[in-house]
Nanobody, 115 residues
Framework: QVQVVESGGGLVQPGGSLKLSCAASRSIFSISVMGWHRQAPGKEREWVATLTSNGGTNYADFVKGRFTISRDNAKNTMALQMNSLKYEDTAIYYC?????????WGQGTQVTVSS
């Protein structure tokens, strides 16, 4: 089992940047997949990005070229660097870790893009 906790959300102007962090309760070395989803007000939760244990990354089309996912196995953390933020990026961002067909979710961190 693993617990994950997000941090780094906040209020940012359009075009600005934020870096989200996801801290795990134990070593993430053996966790095969980690990633981010988000849920905007009144919308369903949607996938944002994935990072595998061998370094493979995948991004939703709406964040490609703007967001970068990374992990630090030594610190048991994963990050989502978000640049060129748009109004439509406003959402609660959820970190997840998937191990042995079980997915563990964080509680989410709010990102608000507003002028």
């Amino acid at each position: 089992q693993v617990q994950v906790v997000e941090s780094g959300g906040g209020l940012v102007q359009p075009g600005g940047s934020l870096k989200l962090s996801c801290a795990a309760s134990r070593s993430i070395f053996s966790i095969s997949v980690m990633g981010w989803h988000r849920q905007a007000p009144g919308k369903e939760r949607e996938w944002v990005a994935t990072l595998t244990s061998n370094g493979g990354t995948n991004y939703a089309d709406f964040v490609k070229g703007r967001f970068t996912i990374s992990r630090d196995n030594a610190k048991n953390t994963m990050a989502l660097q978000m640049n060129s933020l748009k109004y439509e990026d406003t959402a609660i961002y959820y970190c997840y870790a998937r191990e042995k067909a079980v997915t563990y979710w964080g509680q989410g961190t709010q990102v608000t893009v507003s002028s």
